[in-house]
Structure formats: C-alpha cells, structure tokens
C-alpha cells in the first residue's frame, strides 16, 4: 500500500518503511507526526482525493533535523552600473520515516499533526546582524520620539486653563496675537487691567509688541470691561 502526501508545498509517495527528506517540521528526533493532507491511496484499490482523501492520513517518526546542501542565488542586473548580488542559502529538512498509512481512522489517531517548523539555525552573519540592526532603529527611535498619552484629567485641566476672556475684543488683538498671549500666560481682562507700567515694558519686551500695549490701550479697555 501506499499514498501521496502533502507537505511544504510539495507531493511526497510514500510505503511503509520509507525515508525521507520533507520541509521542515516542529518536533525532535523520536517524536511521531501525522500527515493529513493525503491526495491518494494506493494498493489493492486506488482512491483518489476531492482533494484529499477523507479520514486518511500518514504516520511517520522523525529521525533527525538537517540543513541541505548551500545553494547559490547570484543576479545581476543590466544597464544598473554593473549591479550585482550574490546570496546563499541551505534549506532546513526534516529526516522521518514512515511507520503507517491509515486509510481510516486518522482523525481518531491521538497523533499530533504535522506541521511546519522555524528554521534550526539563525544567520549569525555580520551582514544579518546590519540588517537587522538597521530595521530596529526606526523603531527604537520612534519609541524615543513618542510621548506618553496625556490624561483626560491633564487635558481638561489644561484648557481650563487657557479657557478665560475673549482677548480679541482689545483693539489690535487678533487670533495670532491672542495665542502668544495665551502663551505668556494672560487669558483674562483682570490680569491686563492690573499691569503696571513695569508690567507693561516687560511684556513688550517678552513679546516684541514694541508700544502697541500703550498705542492701543489695553489697560484702559480691560479695565473698562472688567467693570462692565
């Protein structure tokens, strides 16, 4: 009897008894998988799958975990000032050999499914451990760049803060001039009726406003405004 599996995208017959190299699989040596996409079955009757055979399935023991032989990949590119690129590469295997075929009953079976595996060895290679290094610092530097999220709390307090008297209303303040103030820190008509002429030169300093405080009386117009 015998069947054709599927694994690792590819076909496998197999018999009882056989040996052979599949793509890697999870699992130690000594330890029993199961295959259960099987495409057909062979033997005294011939059953074919729609795709696969129902119930069916292959039992096998892993012998070992392998690399196969290097590869080479080598492009080079025309008219792309002589670009080229050399790269190699070993597939990871798995050794197993076939200790059954069940035409029925494999759902029942109790063995843990085939499935694939990581590769056995990382590249350690010095041009690995650059790339890998080059995709971890955007990250680390995004981590840096972040803030942590401020608190509804925080925010609430914050425009609270800000939240005061529509300073527009003084002659000469509009929205960008309103800002800088909100920024140095006067959001009331109280605040500017109480400067004083020191108050009033320092502010014109802070803020380069160069007499504008005086030329289009602030002070005045918030006293007058506190009062109404």
């Known amino acids: 009897m015998f069947a054709v599996l599927k694994t690792g995208g590819k076909q496998y ?11 890697k699989l999870a699992g130690g040596a000594g330890d029993k998988v199961q295959f259960n996409e ?14 696969l055979v129902a119930d069916a399935g292959v ?10 032989p290097k590869l080479i990949h080598y492009v080079k590119r025309r008219r792309k000032h002589s670009s080229q690129r050399k790269k190699g590469h070993r597939q990871s295997l798995t ?23 990581v590769a056995v060895l990382a590249d350690t290679s ?5 790339s890998a ?9 995004a981590k840096a760049e972040a803030k942590p999220a401020e608190k509804p709390a925080a925010k609430a307090k914050a425009t609270k803060a800000v939240a005061g008297d529509d300073l527009k209303v003084l002659s000469g303040v509009g929205p960008a001039l309103e800002k800088r103030l909100h920024d140095a820190g006067v ?11 020191d108050d009033i030169t ?14 289009e009386g602030w002070v005045e117009q918030a006293k007058e405004l506190v009062k109404g």
């Open 202 to 215: 320092a502010m014109d300093e802070k803020l380069d406003f160069k007499g504008r405080i005086e030329r």
């Open 38 to 51: 099987i495409l057909m079955l062979g033997g005294e009757t011939v059953t074919i799958g729609a795709p």
């Open 59 to 68: 039992q096998a023991e892993i012998l070992d975990q392998i690399r196969g």
């Open 126 to 130: 010095p041009m690995a451990k650059k």
């Open 133 to 141: 290094a080059r995709k971890a610092a955007p990250k680390a530097e």
């Open 187 to 197: 959001t009331t008509f109280a605040q500017i009726a109480a400067w004083t002429a």
């Open 13 to 23: 017959k197999v018999a009882n008894g056989d040996v052979l190299k599949v793509e």
């Open 95 to 117: 050794v197993l050999r076939v200790t059954e075929i069940l035409a029925k009953g494999a759902a029942k079976s109790g063995v843990a499914a085939a499935i694939g595996g």
